[in-house]
């Protein structure tokens, strides 16, 4: 809507006292009659309150006349293409930095039948409603049996710096030393050769990036190990057997009816061949199968969310609950075959116990 000077306005109202139309007056200044005729009314009603308050008021027009230097109008080249020259010259530069892979591999080479992969993550390491045990145990059995390999889906660290309640924050250690709790869990990992891939996390990376665009826990991930800093798809050869793998910390969607929504989101607009869809964020363990994709000699790709070992009044509040839970599949190195497991249904050292059975 145009707005009309005050001075005009005045103008208008005496035309109207003569006798012109709204019509008449809209064609003659170039603008609806509607918008001329609710203009008036403001104006009418602040007019009639500055002078039952005794104020003065201006009916000069303050509005600022904007002249645009030669160098801006039409026919001369304009500032944008500057801009975007620097911006290539940025792109340049930066361009490793600013490299987007939603796509990388990992080999696993083995003698054995079966390889075990482990999904977990939503550690929230550094946070005192954590039972550092329910890790701990996972990772030992993963260290300690050579066939053996887990790949995170995000939140390693707690990171106080954008919660909401007081509560929370002084329910942790210093993040500081969260960052080496992180740092020498993943080395170790690394230097075993069991860390296949992982992912951002809203906690351990994206609140970092929100307050100073930078996150120790992301430049220390991207220097270890294979890391997705959003979505992507790990392709995993045991031997010569190909296992496509979807990964991202969470998507975009949910449902009180299908704790799997997600993934069918990610399936229908991401990576509809993927083998298993993994994710983790709502601390609660979660899994599925979606029979409209069909993936290679694997026809039903596995659609799975991690638990998490986090569970704290703070979170319960708006989120329910947490559930500690991962997911173990058992990978064929001789043919594409996949086996899952879940240690809310069988217990840890018989997930072992079925693993070692079947390399014997």
């Not at 104020?55 to 500057?82: A, H, L, Q």
């Not at 039948?113 to 996972?138: E, N, T």
């Not at 660290?157 to 030393?177: C, G, H, L």
Request: net charge neutral.
């Amino acid at each position: 809507m145009e707005k009309l000077r005050d001075d005009l306005i005045e103008s208008i109202i005496e035309e109207k006292e003569n006798g012109v139309t709204w019509g008449e007056i809209a064609k003659e200044i170039g603008i609806s009659p509607n918008s001329i005729r609710f203009q008036v009314y403001k104006y009418k009603k602040r007019k009639r309150f500055v002078q039952e308050s005794g104020f003065i008021m201006s009916t000069v027009d303050t509005t600022p006349k904007v002249e645009f230097p030669e160098k801006f109008r039409e026919g001369v080249e304009w500032n944008y293409k500057k801009w975007f020259e620097l911006i290539k010259h940025y792109r340049e530069v930066n361009g490793e930095a600013l490299k987007i892979e939603t796509v990388k591999s990992a080999v696993v080479k083995t003698r054995s039948k079966w390889i075990m992969l482990v999904f977990s993550g939503d550690w929230h390491l550094g946070s005192y409603y954590v039972d550092p045990d329910k890790v701990d145990k996972v990772l030992d059995g993963i260290i300690e049996h050579k066939d053996a390999y887990i790949i995170t889906v995000g939140d390693l660290a707690d990171n106080f710096r954008r919660f909401r309640s007081t509560e929370a924050i002084f329910s942790q250690i210093p993040p500081n030393d969260q960052l080496k709790i992180v740092r020498s869990l993943i080395e170790r990992l690394v230097a075993t050769g069991k860390l296949l891939a992982t992912t951002w996390g809203n906690h351990d990376i994206a609140f970092d990036e929100t307050l100073s665009g930078y996150s120790p826990i992301k430049e220390l991930l991207k220097e270890k190990t294979t890391f997705f800093d959003g979505l992507g798809k790990l392709n995993l050869r045991v031997n010569d057997v190909e296992y496509k793998i979807g990964l991202t910390h969470s998507y975009k969607g949910s449902s009180i009816y299908n704790p799997n929504h997600e993934h069918i989101r990610f399936l229908k607009e991401q990576f509809p061949d993927v083998d298993i869809m993994a994710m983790g964020h709502r601390h609660f363990p979660a899994s599925n199968w979606f029979p409209i994709f069909k993936s290679g000699e694997n026809p039903i790709p596995y659609m799975i969310r991690c638990g998490s070992p986090k569970d704290c009044p703070h979170s319960s509040r708006y989120y329910g609950r947490a559930i500690n839970g991962n997911h173990y599949f058992l990978l064929s190195s001789e043919k594409k075959k996949l086996l899952w497991l879940n240690d809310l249904t069988i217990e840890f050292e018989d997930i072992i116990k079925i693993f070692k059975s079947l390399n014997n």
